[in-house]
């Protein structure tokens, strides 16, 4: 039986994971979740699942959630901030953390779960953006098993040789085993065909309106802008320790092929699926095995359209700064990673138009100069200062 926790198990990643979870009781035990304002998605989790601990943003929603746990006769420990996302996620009886927080946010807990070697099964991208290096060399360290959740990285993990071998010890060995490159695929998003003065004047109900996937808000405006392929080209890099040369990109609007690797004697081997996430949660959460996710099958009968197609870098220059962060390297994938928060939640609230993320996220990256080491305390601290210079930004463009 393994014994989890659930960072953000009140959004779309989170909910599929306990709906996994739910299918196999004797499988899984739940021992911590965490959410950040939701108590009452929470509060219904901790009825079905029962946690010793769960932790949410504030102690004005830790107090509200604990009055509303006392009248259904519950007795969990909830607490609220920083330090006990940290402790839920390291908790002694826990041996997996789904690492599914949205944003920043998510790095500690999971960065301190990984030094003492648990399993992560790693949804939260920007948690790796921010902090590839000092992230996969803590794995490698404690030995952690670290395994993709992103359905693209999932689907390249199944396609690499030994992908047994499922911690940061792995890095670098691919292009000896006759690795070319991987291609990642995306859809497109909803704005796929969309001109770019027809970019301009988009909303955020239609940016978060993904014709495949149904995805919490900040990674739909993601998908919707390709800054979610940037970020996932940076992932890559990092979980599979291959340059950026070797990580392309390609458009393939109907996401059934979630994405594919290339050898150097012509084999390129795919992973196909259904848009849900609920399978590469399932691969994380019964690795070695297979469980049974509760997915839909692909079905060949009914005829798949099955189409490939190069981005469009003009229409999306997110993913251009992406690679142009990567290449920079040190402190500049924090720095992007940091702007594009700042941005895509300004666009959300109707301060900035939906192709001045792209514009923000450039002039914070041209514009902030920090020289701090390459450790988690300088990582924290650039990210701090590119979200400051993000949001005085916002203030000089508000629409
Ligand atoms: P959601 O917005 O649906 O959920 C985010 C979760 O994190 C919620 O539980 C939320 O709590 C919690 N949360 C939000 N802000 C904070 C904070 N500041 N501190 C602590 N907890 C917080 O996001 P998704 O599930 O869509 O995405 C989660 C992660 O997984 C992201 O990194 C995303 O890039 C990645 N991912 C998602 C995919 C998808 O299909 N959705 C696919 C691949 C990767 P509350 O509900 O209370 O606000
Ligand atoms: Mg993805």
């Known amino acids: 039986m393994r014994h989890i926790c659930v960072l953000g198990s009140t959004?779309?990643?989170?909910?599929?994971?306990?709906d996994v979870i739910r299918a196999h009781p004797h499988l899984f035990k739940v021992e911590s979740l965490t959410a950040h304002s939701n108590i009452e998605l929470l509060a219904k989790q901790c009825e079905e699942f029962k946690p010793k601990m769960v932790v949410l943003g504030s102690a004005d929603v830790a107090n509200r959630l604990n009055a509303l746990l006392k009248t259904m006769g519950l007795n969990i420990s909830v607490e609220h901030g920083a330090e006990a996302l940290v402790t839920a996620s390291t908790l002694t009886s826990v041996d997996t953390v789904m690492a599914a927080i949205v944003g920043a946010a998510g790095l500690l807990p999971t960065i301190e779960a990984a030094k003492l070697g648990k399993r992560i099964l790693l949804a939260n991208k920007e948690a790796l953006v921010m902090a590839g290096d000092i992230f996969m060399s803590a794995v490698a360290s404690s030995g952690a098993e670290l395994l993709p959740i992103d359905s693209e990285h999932n689907a390249i993990y199944q396609c690499l040789p030994d992908a047994n071998t499922s911690n940061g010890g792995s890095r670098g060995k691919y292009a000896s085993l006759g690795v070319k490159e991987i291609l990642l695929t995306a859809s497109g998003g909803p704005f796929r065909n969309h001109s770019l003065d027809q970019l301009k004047e988009v909303t955020p109900d239609q940016a978060c309106a993904h014709p495949n996937w149904v995805m919490g808000r900040k990674i739909s405006v993601d998908s919707a802008t390709m800054m979610n392929k940037g970020l996932e080209v940076i992932e890559a890099h990092h979980l599979f320790g291959l340059p950026s040369e070797q990580i392309k990109v390609l458009i393939h609007p109907q996401s059934v092929v979630h994405s594919m690797v290339r050898y150097i004697d012509g084999s390129v081997i795919a992973q196909l699926g259904q848009p849900d996430m609920k399978t590469p949660i399932a691969y994380g959460l019964g690795w070695p095995l297979r469980i049974d996710a509760g997915v839909k099958e692909l079905d060949f009968a009914t005829a798949?359209?099955?189409s490939f197609e190069p981005v469009d870098l003009q229409r999306f220059p997110c993913l251009s700064l992406s690679y142009q962060a990567l290449a920079v390297g040190g402190?500049?994938?924090?720095?992007?990673?940091?702007a594009n928060e700042v941005a895509v939640d300004a666009f959300?609230?109707?301060?900035?138009?939906?192709?001045?993320?792209?514009?923000?996220?450039?002039?914070v990256l041209d514009q902030t100069q920090v020289i701090g080491a390459m450790s988690l305390e300088g990582i924290l601290e650039a990210?701090?200062?590119?979200?400051?210079?993000?949001?005085?930004?916002?203030k000089g463009l508000n629409i």
Do not use: W, Y
């Not at 402190?331 to 940091?338: D, K």
């Open 331 to 338: 402190l500049s994938p924090t720095i992007l990673n940091a």
């Open 304 to 306: 798949h359209d099955l």
């Open 348 to 363: 959300l609230n109707h301060r900035i138009r939906f192709t001045q993320i792209a514009e923000l996220v450039e002039r």
């Open 383 to 394: 990210d701090k200062t590119a979200r400051q210079h993000a949001q005085l930004m916002v």
């Open 11 to 18: 959004g779309s990643i989170g909910v599929s994971t306990l």
